[in-house]
Structures are given as C-alpha cells and as structure tokens.
C-alpha cells in the first residue's frame, strides 16, 4: 500500500514538475508533432528529451496537444479581421513573406527547419534575417523574432526582434548557432506571455537542444495572448538595411527553409494553401515582396506552397 501511495504521488506530480517552465510544454509539444510528421525519428527525439531533460510523457498529452489537423477556425470564419499590418523590411530591403491567413488564425507557437546559405557577402551594416512574427488579427500590430547574421561574422547566427522596423539583438545572448557546426536547425517560437516571446533552436541531425532565447517588453500594442487567441503568424526572409539601399553588393544563395509549422491548442498544421493568406495587406501575393525592384533581387530555386523554399538574394 505504502509503495502504492508513492507512485499515485509521484502521478500526480509529475505535470508539475515537466512543466515549472513554460518552455517545457512548448518545446515537448514541438519536438513530438515533429516526430509524428516523421521530421525526427525516434532516436533523435528521445536526444531531444534527454537534452531537456524531460523523462516522462505525462498521460493523454498527444491526445490532448499534439493532433495533426485542419484547424476549427478554417470551418468557421471570423466576421471580421485583418491581415498583419507591419510589413517588417518593406522599407528596409526586400523581403520573403508568407503570411497565415487571418480567418484561420489562432496559433501561438510556431515552428521550422532552417539551412543558412553558405555563401553570404554582406556590405556595410546589412544583415540576413530569417524569421517569423506573431501578429494580432483585430488590429494588424506585429513583433517578428528570428535568426541574423552580419558582416563581421556570417557563419553565426543569433536571435533578433524586429517591430515596426527596429531590428534588435539581445544585450544577454544566452543562444547563437554557428552554422559551420550546425548546417542545419530546427527552430521553435512561441508566446510566452503578452510582452515575452521564446525562441528555441535544435540539431537537425541528431535533435539535441542548443539552446533558447526570451526576449521580453515587447509593445503592449500588439496585444500577443499566449493562448493563440485572435494570432496569426507570418515568415520573412530579408537583407535587412537601416535604409533601403537595393545596390550595396551584399548577397547570399541558396538559403532552405522548410516544414514550417503553425500550432493552436490541441492542432498542429504544415502552412499550406488552406492556411496561407493570398492577400497580404490588400497589396500584396504571398512570396517575393514588395515592388518590381524588390521582387527581382529575389531568385527562388524550389518552393512548397508555403512551407518549403530555397532562396537567394542579390543587392547588386
């Protein structure tokens, strides 16, 4: 009986102790929907668990989180919402958009696969930025967070935050990936609270964690809720320039981004065409982004519509 009591106390504790950080939830949510769309395999999930340090599976967390599917918004439209109303780079360098459509949208995590060029050339103060943004569906304000490089060091890459074009670097950075090391990353980010998105990062090849990123103070305006309620999210990819300047001479080739992956609270979805939005600030087709000089710096080698594309980009 004694033996018995211990083990229905240690049930019973057990979520507790997974979950003392919100991260824990995030990131076992992320790393099984990765495993049930066979993007890891058993052995590299299990290098995931173990690199944090997660032991057990509480019961009926995959039933209850972790199901593949379309979600219930798509069936049923919102009377009214809008698009995300923060372009990010227009003005700032050409860009790579997709965006989640509005009347679908309540995703609070998001994820992907990301494989940096090995050829960057960056001039002067531009940088390469390869994200993704939360943006509220009632009122179209966005905060991105993502992965840049720069000039002075091409192969690592650290987290950012872009808002209302204000790129920004973590004065603590407790995550930079070197790209020589890891050609390839898996990427999560997700809500934490209203003013605090995580980013996370992982081996492709063998699923371990490298680690995680909080950036915290974000705009109240943008109104984020943690439980993906009125949430859309968009991917961009970018030369990002303080002032856009198309001819500087930076340029990079062959950037893959792939298995890009939204979740709301029990589904998790590949971004396809029932989820991307085809009217991007009333202006605009997702892809290349925004006019014809920004448009044709852009070359796209293979394209999933819309999770998958290898791009590159020319500011000469």
């Known amino acids: 009986m004694k033996q018995l009591l211990c083990c229905c ?14 991260s824990s939830f995030h990131l076992l949510r992320w790393s099984l929907a990765q495993r049930k769309m066979n993007h890891i395999t058993d052995q590299q999930l299990q290098t ?10 509480p019961i009926n967390f995959e039933k209850n989180h972790v199901q593949y599917g379309r979600p219930r918004r798509l069936r049923l439209p919102r009377t009214s919402c809008v698009q995300a109303s923060d372009i990010g780079a227009t003005s700032n360098g050409a860009s790579y958009r997709v965006d989640t459509n509005c009347d679908g949208s309540d995703w609070y995590q998001t994820s992907y696969t990301f494989c940096p060029s090995k050829s960057i050339a960056l001039q002067g103060s531009d940088v390469v930025i390869q994200g993704t943004s939360f943006y509220n569906t009632q009122n179209g304000k966005s905060v991105q967070v993502g992965f840049s490089t720069s000039k002075s060091n091409p192969s690592i890459w650290t987290p950012y935050l872009l808002f209302q074009s204000k790129f920004t ?5 407790s995550l930079q990936v070197n790209a020589n090391q890891y050609p390839c990353f898996d990427v999560t980010a997700f809500i934490v609270n209203s003013s605090s998105i995580s980013i996370s990062a992982a081996d492709t090849k063998t699923g371990a964690t490298l680690g995680s990123q909080v950036f915290s103070g974000i705009d109240a305006s943008v ?12 991917r961009m990819e970018s030369i990002f320039q303080s002032s856009e300047n198309l001819k500087s001479g930076s340029s990079y080739s062959n950037s893959v981004f792939g298995n890009w992956v939204v979740y709301d609270q029990m589904l998790f979805t590949l971004v396809n065409k029932q989820i991307a939005a085809y009217n991007i600030q009333g202006k605009f087709y997702p892809g290349p982004c925004c006019n014809a000089l ?3 710096v852009i070359s796209i080698t293979n394209q999933t519509l819309w999770y998958n594309s290898n791009l590159s980009f020319s500011y000469n």
């Open 169 to 173: 670097v973590p004065s603590t950075v």
């Open 48 to 57: 995931r668990l173990s690199s944090l340090n997660i032991s057990h599976i």
């Open 294 to 296: 920004e448009k044709k």
């Open 9 to 22: 106390i240690a049930l019973v504790l057990l979520p507790c102790i997974l979950f003392a950080s919100p």
């Open 223 to 234: 109104q984020m809720d943690p439980s993906g309620n009125n949430m859309g999210v968009y």
